[in-house]
T-cell receptor, first 109, second 111 residues
């Protein structure tokens, strides 16, 4: 079952912050986050392995609440290069990921 | 290091023809995944291998689709016969259990 991402789309000005949420109806062991630019392949950003753990990638960080089966991606002081579609990939008991429908992020100058 | 390599990058074929997509994973990665991406259905996992062995092919849409991984450095996804609804971007990804690294994809158009 596909995880639910929100919002579906967000438009920001350069320097603004954004939060993307991901929730699953299944128990999670980890969560992956990816970014895909138009016409390109998804790029791995980070993986969160433990409940409550936060990881960072430049000014992009994420949290993982194992009990709530939720993860959030935080983009701080967004840059033009952050534009793209962000996918969460919750990792359940099976080894494969089930990707969310994506959140389209547009950063304007 | 070279990333995941896929070929061809673009494929245009006619309905009923056989299509073979190829993938070379990153050396040392023991997981290989095949995905399909369309506007309507998003990014779907078709099949994945661990140490060259198919683990889960439940995402393969029909018997027309088959995938093989004869060795650690090569995998193929075959569609026979192809249909217009198979038109999509097909990605191959590899990993070692801590993130997946995607190839550039093959854009398949079936006329």
């Amino acid at each position: 079952q596909q995880p639910v991402q929100s919002p579906q789309a967000v438009i920001l000005r350069e320097g603004e912050d954004a939060v993307i949420n991901c929730s699953s109806s299944k128990a999670l062991y980890s969560v992956h986050w990816y970014r895909q630019k138009h016409g390109e392949a998804p790029v791995f950003l980070m993986i969160l392995l433990k409940g409550g753990e936060q990881k960072g990638h430049d000014k992009i960080s994420a949290s993982f609440n194992e009990k709530k089966q939720q993860s959030s991606l935080y983009l701080t002081a967004s840059q033009l290069s952050y534009s793209g579609t962000y996918f969460c990939g919750p990792h359940g008991s099976a080894r494969q990921l089930t990707f969310g429908s994506g959140t389209q992020l547009t950063v304007l100058p | 290091d070279a990333g995941v390599i896929q070929s061809p990058r673009h494929e245009v074929t006619e309905m009923g023809q056989e299509v073979t997509l190829r993938c070379k994973p990153i050396s040392g990665h023991d997981y290989l995944f095949w995905y399909r991406q369309t506007m309507m259905r998003g990014l779907e996992l078709l099949i994945y291998f661990n140490n060259n062995v198919p683990i889960d092919d439940s995402g393969m849409p029909e018997d027309r689709f088959s995938a093989k991984m004869p060795n650690a450095s090569f995998s193929t996804l075959k569609i026979q016969p192809s249909e217009p609804r198979d038109s999509a971007v097909y990605f191959c990804a590899s990993g070692r259990g801590r993130g997946q690294f995607f190839g550039p994809g093959t854009r398949l158009t079936v006329l």
